[in-house]
């Protein structure tokens, strides 16, 4: 589980001199969705210049449903299509960009190509801990190895490849205000540099343990039922956005390069988001699970 930052819990403090222009693609879909919102909240907090470029057009439905009608940054917004950003920014120059929105090189090249053609220097990915091979061993920690097959893995290659200062960061499922998915975000500092993070807690949790502190999230009882999925003829791959099996991930290169320490406690985080779960009237809807 990863949560989304709040000001108590991830700052970027710069001086004057270090203060950068900050460009971000921003995904419109998916748990990502709100990782370039509080990305830029903080940035911008902290006095960088921070532009966010959101796929699609502003005026459509998709706007003007959370998280992006929840959210106002404070900074500049443009919208277009990532392929042509260049145009949809209109010929601003950058030192930093954050691509959150791509899963295969096909997606990033055109933002990463501009990017490296406009003297960017600094480029940083959002990746994701589902690209690990599945292990025996858990927690997947940065270096295991990942699914050549993976989009994310290409992407990850290729700006490694073209830029000098890098950065990729992994997450794994995502809980706090905002996130638009039935599942329970810091980076940013010359000191990432070339690396790649999970971006996860430090505590790990079972399928069976999440159950139940949802459950107890909730205030309600909860009965576990163990299936074989083959027996009863569904395709467990389905059941989005969780596996059918344990999942963990390590934050190990964020703890040994950046010093960071976790400060999120899944039962009481859970009660918040169960809390926001039940004012935005989403337990009200039917959970789609083939998705």
């Excluded at 960017?120 to 690990?132: D, E, M, T």
């Excluded at 960061?169 to 638009?180: A, D, E, L, V, W």
């Excluded at 039935?182 to 790990?204: H, L, P, Y």
Aim: hydrophobic share 40%.
């Amino acid at each position: 589980m990863f949560k989304a930052p709040s000001a108590s819990t991830f700052t970027v403090k710069a001086s004057a001199a270090e203060k950068k222009k900050v460009l971000i693609v921003n995904t419109n879909s998916g748990g990502h969705a709100v990782i370039g919102f509080y990305f830029a909240k903080e940035l911008l907090g902290s006095g960088h210049e921070v532009t966010i470029m959101t796929v699609g057009e502003q005026n459509s439905d998709k706007m003007k449903k959370p998280p992006f009608s929840r959210f106002s940054c404070g900074g500049r917004t443009v919208w277009g299509d990532p392929a042509e950003v260049g145009k949809a920014v209109e010929g601003a120059t950058f030192d930093v960009v954050l691509d959150n929105n791509g899963k295969d090189l096909d997606t990033v090249r055109p933002v990463a190509d501009w990017s490296k053609s406009a003297g960017v220097k600094q480029f940083l990915f959002i990746s994701s801990a589902g690209i690990y091979v599945p292990t025996d061993e858990p927690p997947h920690v940065e270096g295991d190895a990942v699914k050549a097959s993976a989009g994310h893995v290409g992407v990850e290659k290729y700006i490694a490849e073209i830029f000098n200062s890098w950065a990729v960061f992994r997450p794994q499922y995502m809980i706090g205000s905002g996130n638009n998915k039935d599942c329970e975000e810091w980076f940013f500092d010359q000191a990432a540099n070339g690396k790649i993070f999970n971006c996860v807690s430090d505590r790990a949790v079972t399928l069976d343990g999440m159950a139940k502190l949802c459950a107890q999230a909730a205030g309600l009882p909860v009965e576990i039922v163990h299936y074989d999925p083959k027996a009863v003829g569904i395709d467990a791959r389905k059941a989005f956005p969780f596996r059918n099996m344990h999942f963990y991930a390590e934050p190990r290169s964020a703890k040994d390069i950046l010093g960071w320490h976790a400060t999120t406690n899944l039962p009481e985080d859970l009660k918040e988001r169960f809390d926001e779960y039940v004012k935005i009237g989403r337990d009200k809807k039917p959970i789609q699970f083939d998705r």
